[in-house]
């Protein structure tokens, strides 16, 4: 009874599956299939091709699954487009040999659908522009730089307290010139060190920056290091202004 149930509950499970589930043989024919296809007595006394039928092609596709698994006998994965809608669909086809000892009895195909990629390219934008509007409204100075010194990131703040225009800061600045002399590679160093909540964070680190005048500014420095895996990549630092600070306090009283 419990056997009987289990396999109730298989059935049930792949009848619910809101994706294409196939059962295909060695010969590309189609066994079985939930939602059904054309019956064997339709295709002549065999089940149909299931590149034939499944996407009106003679023979499989460059990337096809099921014949990766017929070659490696291992599950494989495949992607592929619909370019014909309005927004690109995305299917991937995951497949997997059922075996008899060493040799593929028969493959089972399962498409599952992926975002549209116009959907995910509008996500992806909004949520860029989401954090750009926040760099960029950052009341305390913004900026990253690469490894090399690179500035890739400077916000209107930081224009303010450096005096470099957003796209000079963008074009020409290394990031190593807004520190005195020798300042940069304190902070650095301070910044692999566990001084300050951990490596690769630095917290409240009091620090002059140089004006693009060459005046020197007091500023509140918290700063990460930013990392693409285990790999260092970038760098970046939110500045207060400390003289900008004080003075505000002082209109405020």
């Known amino acids: 009874m419990q056997a009987d149930n289990a396999t109730d509950y298989l059935l049930r499970a792949i009848n619910a599956f809101p994706q294409r589930v196939v059962v295909i043989a060695p010969d590309y024919r189609v066994l ?3 939602p059904p296809i054309r019956s064997a007595a339709e295709c002549g006394g065999a089940g149909p091709i299931c590149h034939e039928v499944f996407f009106h092609r003679p023979d499989p596709c460059a990337d096809c699954a099921v014949q990766i ?5 291992q599950p494989a994965w495949s992607h592929r487009r619909d370019e014909i809608s309005e927004a690109e669909k995305v299917s991937c086809i995951y497949a997997y040999p059922l075996l008899a000892g060493q ?39 913004v900026i990253a ?24 800061a963008l074009e020409h600045l290394d990031v190593r010139n807004i520190y005195p002399d020798g300042m940069e590679r304190e902070v650095m160093r301070q910044l692999h060190s566990d001084a ?3 490596r690769g964070k630095l917290r409240s680190y009091q620090v002059d920056v140089l004006h693009r005048e060459g005046n020197r500014i007091p500023i509140n420095l918290n700063a990460a290091l930013v990392y693409d895996g285990d790999r260092e990549v970038a760098s970046i630092g939110f500045f207060h202004d400390m003289l900008t600070f004080v003075e505000g306090e002082r209109a405020g009283e």
Do not use: W
Request: no cysteine.
């Open 32 to 34: 079985a299939a939930r």
């Open 69 to 73: 698994v017929l070659e490696t006998r």
């Open 103 to 141: 040799e593929v009895e028969a493959v089972v195909s399962m498409e599952l659908d992926l975002p549209p990629r116009t959907r995910v390219e509008e996500e992806l934008q909004r949520s860029n522009a989401l954090l750009r509007n926040l760099i960029t409204s950052a009341v305390d100075g």
């Open 145 to 168: 730089a690469d490894r090399k010194g690179k500035v890739i990131i400077f916000n209107d703040a930081a224009a303010e307290i450096f005096g470099y225009t957003v796209n000079e």
């Open 196 to 198: 300050h909540g951990g």
